[in-house]
């Protein structure tokens, strides 16, 4: 376990670059964090870079493009930022430890803290929430430059003539906050959890708007988080109820039920966070889903099985992962022979890279 | 503006606390070498945090409408005050069922807490069962770090709870001055 200070103030999540070297931490302090890693056994971080934002609020979200070449960050200042390397050099050449990021584009809609953004697989879509009780659909016009529009009751105006992003949609099927989007690995499905203790699962109709799909109903109490499986047939769901759930996708001919097949009731507070990576328990296996919240513990399942039949076997139960403060954020690493570390963001202003090492 | 309660009950507080600041006034009585002695040892072995530490840490913030503290108004007593390990647990009754003023209440107790007891403890701030219209909605809100962080950077909102909690000191010793 390695713990990195950098932030000065409660660190909300971190993300982990899908294709360079690189880590991702978003803080109260306004500031997003990279370090860099190396490919060893254990990795070894340091610090690459300090973004700080023009956020003027926490910033409480960070997600990257599946490219990796952009990075997305969502503030309770109501905004969305888009920054990407400030040199035009070849993503591939580029040297991780080096990139300075600017700020392409500032997407201004949402009315309250905005709350948690997400890139879709393809790269194309970005969604964001807010406690404002909206999602929003934004697609991105790909390089060289953007050029943002915003829609207002006049129609679209032009923000900023550097960046370019336009809203496809705007989604009010949630009755409370909603507190975190997250994109389906290889369709354009996107599900949100709220507040109002609901998932939502939405896809594009090609004849018209985004709409809601499926309403899930179950958690007893705010949903904080959902992360999907990494073949895309389930995905769980952590709550305030202090459980973690998680639900498959039944195929039907009207369309896709999804349907809870396992609770599991470990933690002691509300779970914030939960991530399913591919994990290290071979090809049978549906991968390895953490989870952690207000009780500091982390737990790791390695998830078995086929269709509604899964078995889940804990594989790790670390308690005080943060030493006394709450852990806000668990990440698995996503590059290749790297699927056991684990990243954590904490109330203690920390960052920690975890390894999961069978016993 | 119209008050949510214009017309409060008045309760008597309780006996000021015999805590902290009263038992170095105990000390001062005693001959200097013995007074430093102790003093030392209070240093050394910090005194535990207990239900009777939390209420006075809380029992003193001012009510948002009315110039009384929390404890005049009944909306906090000791007995309301759980600890379990690391968790401390408020329980607090608003003066009227439909009382707009909760959330900010609850809120101030908790800004309170967060700044004066040590960070290994988590707390939980609910109303009464049944005291409120709109309880789950209440203590949803009060509970959620989020919406707490989120709150604590409107400056708007911090400007009302310091001036609720610039009473907060006094522990209960003081009974604050009704207007005129």
Redesign the interface.
Known sequence: MRSHVGHTDVVWQTAWNPTKPLLASCSADKTVQLYSYTFTSPPLFSVATNISTDHTRTVRSVAWAPSGKALATASFDSNISIWEPSRDESWEDIDAEHIEWECVGTLEGHETECKSVAYSSDGTLLASCSRDKTVWIWEGVSTPKFILFIPTSKGKILVQPDAEFECLGVLMHHTQDIKHVAWHPKEQILASASYDDTINLYVDDPDDDWYPVAKLIGHTSTVWCISWSPCGNYFTSSSDDLTVRIWIRVKETRGDRWDCIKILKEHERPIYSVTWGKGQSGKDSLGWIASTGGDGKIIVWNIMGKGADIETIKLASLEASHGVSDTNSVSWCLHEGMENILASAGDDHTVRIWEVIPV | MQLDNANPIVFQSAQESFRLGNRDQFILWEDEDKDYVLRDTMEDEPEPIDEQEVFDLIRSISDPEHPLSLEQLAVISASQIKILQ?TVHVEFTPTVPHCGLSTLIGLSMRVRLLRSLP??F?IDIKVKPGSHNSENAVN?QL?????V??AL?NSALIEVVERCLSTANRRGSVVIESNE
């Open positions: 690391n960070n290994r988590k949803k509970n959620d770090k989020e919406r962080a989120a950077e």
